[in-house]
């Protein structure tokens, strides 16, 4: 019989992250290190919380009209090059293809860091008149990002998963309207499905896509006082149609460049989920993201047979959940009962042969390891409550978490005591990137998150750094 | 106005299907050539058809508990290299990455061809145990396969989407038996979804996947007097566990090496699919694949007004069918119904003012043209019959067609005739690949396909080339 201490969490959340987090990933099953260094496999109990947010993602693209479609993986360096903020920023970063078998190309092909050059030049063919607009096309797919830095699993990998919307429009208007939607929906899926509040707003002209007119993010902070770049959606205007011809005749017979969005939401997502959520357990997953809502561990004593039948039947009574039934022979059901809990597993439901003679089960959620005694006849509304009530719990600590490490100062000694503190901090600012840069210096790296939208008209107040006259609120923080 | 003759095909099937084949891949919007070569766009219309073959698939494979993870694009040269039959096999159509940004990689990367290497290095990590096994695991995702031949797209292209299960079994029985229930399943997609009849069977020793034990597959035959392998299954034996280690102890604590599977079904399909069932007026879907069952098409006159209410109320009793109305004013209705039929939409609904006071509308099937009077009350129960007849008649059709064009023979005068006539043949075989060589040498091409699973105990004839006897019979045509 294994050894419970073989299975669990060694390291503590709050004393080693970086420990805790590799621990996790590894013990709750979500990744397995490959010998091709800066990419790991995504294990199904990972990859199944992935299917989880598609499922979701892919109905809600559906009910716009955005239809999915696959472009090839390589692009040729001609055409990557074409757009020329574009290709600096990615270009670092390009796993070249060089040759093909024992065969040299003439032309090296990029592995597509992201997909806007070869997917564009099918647009140019596409658009032609106001008519075929909005063109709303996504995809789901693999990219690759060859990071220098040391590599975090799902948060900084150098292949990843996510999806792409490329859309071309007829007016800005349209364009724009559709950034904020996305937006909007990316904000959905962090805070309803993974449980994580986001601040939703607009990038520094430093730190937006390269390419883009505007960057929109949203944006959260993590326990290590760390921020993070939940997901993007980019108002590429017209540089990109320009740079690749994507002209339509509009309802004047008049020629005009049409207006591009991108917008992307990748496996990361899975990253900042587990870091805001986990504790020294292992992994805690919100039940809208859960691959199992529960799991069913049956208490056996001596009355194996009959105590099985009763964890079936109350297995068929949940059935329209997902969730198992733990009928394993060789461990102990406290064995079990650390393993699913590592696992994340909101709800724990045992049934032993004392619970059979009372017609109850025990549910034990795993976010605040409460128990409550349930009868036979109320399992299936008891659970749905419980699963509620772990969604939103995880969500209001997670929001209490932000708030309380979150610092709104127009003074510099408190913005760098602050960033200090490992908290994230919300301050006037001048919008300049030269000034953006010397906090980044003086603070040992924070960096400009986002401005929100809604900000008063009028700001009255100083930029703490340089003294001239704020233009905008910022969140600052060191980030991932 | 758009004129007719702009949209639609001007190649005939019988007479140049090399041209029939590439108007219809683009003309129905399933194909858009790019400049990285050999790599084409599956667009909205394409991708939206191997969406539904994935729906009905995955659902298959987690009946059969089998999960869906995600594994690294990049093998190492040194990981490929392992299993030497297979490297073999693979690496003359290896595409590899052998930079990143500016920087020369110690060791080259292989984009995966198929995925075997980079999952079985996982795999000896995660079984230990009889009772880790059976390990089931499925990944959808992009391979390339530098071909230098000729790409036909969808079924030669040098990068393609597929699934490929790998799975790890305690026995060679239990292996065994996945491998002809998954072969099971692929005739089934085949067969009742794409309305494509197959044919079971192994493949020869030389036609066999590179490192398998044997192969399993299933055949088809073209109209174009070409046979396309439709997609395989194989058992690896013990070749792969014992090259990457894969290894358990058993019930009685013994060291066993485990035997695998992989399997694989890719958007190969599709253009099988297109080839068998589309005609001169281009694509015709079979309904179950279809990513429209039906399109209406409003026919104005002077009515618009009260004809597109009529249409949408028909529209909403037909709520439950994938189907679209077609609205546009810009286009007669005369320029959609080619346009639709292009297309290859299984039905199209037609509805006028004269329609209209008779509470009717026409229903016109695009697999024979033919046409119903269906009142209002009966559109959906008609409709519902319409796609079945039509599924099962696109079917039939090719049954029929194959019949006809398979050669039964054990004279090898009449063998050489049928292969020269763009006939499949039915024959006894020695079984040796000499032989075989032989015979694609002196047909001027034609392999043979697979060896059928029920053939008799005992097997009389002679091989008709070589004049030995004859071990079994087998499929022998030109093919894709």
Partial sequence: MAEEKDIGITAKKSENHSEWYTQVIQKADLIEYTSVSGCMVFRPWAYSIWENVKKFFDIELKKRGVKNAYFPLFIPETLLKKESQHVEGFSPEVAWVTHAGNTKLNEKLAVR?????????SYSKWVRSYRDLPLLINQWCNVVRWEFDNPVPFLRTREFLWQEGHTVHATQKS???EVYDILDLYKTVFEELYAVPVMKGRKSEKEKFAGALFTTSVETFLPFGKAIQGATSHCLGQNFSKAFDIKFLDENEKTQYGWQNSWGL???TIGIMIMMHGDDKGLVLPPNVAPLKAVIVPIFYKEKDKVLAEANRIKERLK??????????EYTPGWKF????????????EIGPKDIEKQQVVMVRRDTGEKSIVKYTEVKEKLAEL?????????????????ENTVETKDWAEFIKAIKDKKMVYAPWCAETECEDWVKEK???????????????KIDEK???????AKVWCYFARSY
């Fill in 266 to 268: 990748s496996t990361r």
């Fill in 113 to 121: 860091p992201t997909s806007e050059t070869i997917m564009y030049e």
């Fill in 387 to 403: 699963l509620d009530y772990i969604q939103s719990n995880l969500f209001e600590n997670a929001k209490k978490f932000i708030e």
């Fill in 338 to 349: 650390n393993q699913w809990e590592m696992k994340g597993v909101p709800v724990r439901i």
């Fill in 463 to 469: 930029c703490p750094h340089c003294g001239k006259p």
């Fill in 320 to 329: 329209d959940f997902d969730i198992e039934l733990d009928d394993r022979e």
């Fill in 443 to 457: 603070t040992g790296g924070a960096k400009t998150l986002n401005i929100p939208f809604n900000l008063p008209k």
């Fill in 175 to 177: 364009a724009e309207d």
